[in-house]
């Protein structure tokens, strides 16, 4: 098969022990999936989940015990952290119930869902969509993958960024206003799970501003770290 130009190659995210790698079909990204994040964003209670998509390219691909490099994003001022588990879908399915959400799952990695926080605010003040602020260049950073029956318990585990050093958010995965198959299952009921998605599962609270030249500390217990400097 000839193409009209070159394509654009499959990004794809390494897997501990293994030299295959995951080739990224879409990002999905939950919204507002922690009650404490939720109320620093004002809102409250246990709302039904939504969602939103980034491009497979927005991807940042870090390798474990190395650091990345995000470019400072154009057209904002107020660039975010959000920590996040993300799980990596390895057998696709439609209306999936929770109970059996786990034998869809292949692995688990960090990720960071980076947001221009001021052109969000002002989409949702306008009523409109706001991909221009979640789904930009480099706006995904993700770690390697690690396969699911090597991650151990990710449902207990802590999850944590640090801006330099310091520490921004600290949680744990336990607090997740939906479970990861709780979100599968309202995910697969609105979109066809394909082998090769990424569900960035929701950001606890201390999100926050950071500037060219901070470097970003992200960790769940029991999965490499992902470090990723701001250019």
């Excluded at 193409?3 to 295959?20: A, L």
């Excluded at 995904?140 to 921004?168: C, F, H, M, S, Y």
Aim: hydrophobic share 40%.
């Amino acid at each position: 098969m000839s193409y009209v130009f070159t394509p654009v190659p499959v990004p794809s995210v390494p897997v501990v022990g293994k030299t295959e790698r995951f080739p990224i079909h879409r990002i999905y990204c939950v919204g507002r999936n922690y009650e404490e994040h939720a109320k620093e964003m004002g809102f409250t209670g246990r709302e039904p989940p939504f969602f939103f998509i980034k491009p497979a390219t927005t991807a940042v691909v870090v390798d474990a015990g190395t650091t990345g490099t995000m470019a400072y994003p154009t057209l904002t001022s107020n660039l975010h952290h959000e920590i996040e588990l993300v799980v990596a879908i390895g057998t696709g399915g439609r209306n999936i119930k929770a109970a059996d959400a786990d034998k869809h799952i292949y692995g688990y990695a960090v990720g960071l869902d980076m947001t221009r926080r001021d052109l969000q605010g002002e989409m949702k003040k306008q009523g409109r969509p706001w991909c221009i602020g979640k789904a930009f260049e480099q706006s995904a950073p993700i770690g390697p993958i690690v396969r699911k029956e090597e991650a151990g318990d990710v449902t207990k585990a802590e999850i944590w960024l640090k801006v330099n050093g310091q520490d921004r958010q600290r949680s744990n995965v336990s607090k997740l206003i939906w479970n990861i198959g709780e979100t599968i299952e309202h995910l697969s009921a609105a979109w066809d799970l394909q082998p090769g998605d990424l569900i960035y599962s929701g950001t606890p609270e201390g999100v926050a501003a950071v500037v060219a030249g901070d470097t970003l500390e992200c960790g769940v217990a029991g999965l490499p770290t992902l470090t990723v400097k701001i250019a």
